[in-house]
């Protein structure tokens, strides 16, 4: 299985912040990767698939990046809302595996 | 707007097999080219992938499920499903259907099982 890491595994910052989230696969998984905002009691939320597309409705604030093993997730400009939970997962190939998640909570 | 929207009973006896129900408003789920997942989460923990199927029927597993899961699909009825055998207390989470890659998701039913 492709065993995807997260860093930081939490992190506090304050609106108007950037932040930045990274998320590393064992192997090269080219660009399918794909990252998730799940606020507390609701489902997983798509904001980014294939590295870097962001999906409609998303504010442009979340962009992503990355290729083969490493990939990052930048909020430009923390708003109250984005403060949840965030997971990449590997869509390269199955079993498909999900990071541990990174938690951004309020400073 | 494609919705999805998860059915099933809450509570399953040990041993016996869970049996959860996608179905799709908004869009053909036959048409369009999607892969179909089964996911769930643990309360408090991660997201772990189960299954997922193609509109042709072709489908794929975890294999940590050591065969105990099963996906499939009713087009007629615009829903996919799945069943996992012998389910113990681990099996307990919040089951998930979506599309893949760009959603969207259900919003989730929880499992418990107990006697």
């Known amino acids: 299985d492709i065993e995807m890491t997260q860093s930081p595994s939490s992190l506090s910052a304050s609106v108007g912040d950037r932040v930045t989230i990274t998320c590393r696969a064992s192997?090269?998984?080219?660009?399918?990767l794909i990252w998730y905002q799940q606020k507390s009691g609701e489902a997983p939320k798509v904001l980014i698939y294939a590295t870097s597309s962001l999906q409609s409705g998303v504010p442009p604030r979340f962009s992503g990046s990355g290729s083969g093993t490493d990939f990052t997730l930048t909020i430009s400009t923390l708003q109250p809302e984005d403060f949840a939970t965030y997971y990449c997962q590997q869509s390269y190939g199955t079993p498909f595996t999900f990071g541990p998640g990174t938690k951004v909570d309020i400073k | 707007q494609v919705q999805l929207q998860e059915s099933g009973p809450g509570l399953v006896k040990p041993s016996q097999t869970l049996s959860l129900t996608c179905t799709v408003s908004g869009g053909s789920i036959s048409s369009g080219g999607y892969y179909w997942s089964w996911i769930r989460q643990p309360a408090g923990k991660g997201l772990e992938w189960i299954a997922r199927?193609?509109?042709?029927?072709?489908?794929y597993y975890n294999p940590s499920l050591r065969s105990r899961a099963t996906i499939s699909l009713d087009t007629s009825r615009n829903q996919f499903s799945l069943t996992l055998s012998f389910v113990t207390a681990a099996d307990t989470a919040v089951y998930y259907c979506a599309r893949d890659a760009m959603g969207p998701w259900g919003q989730g039913t929880l499992v418990i099982v107990s006697s």
């Open positions: 199927i193609y509109t042709s029927g072709t489908t």
């Open positions: 192997q090269s998984i080219s660009n399918y």
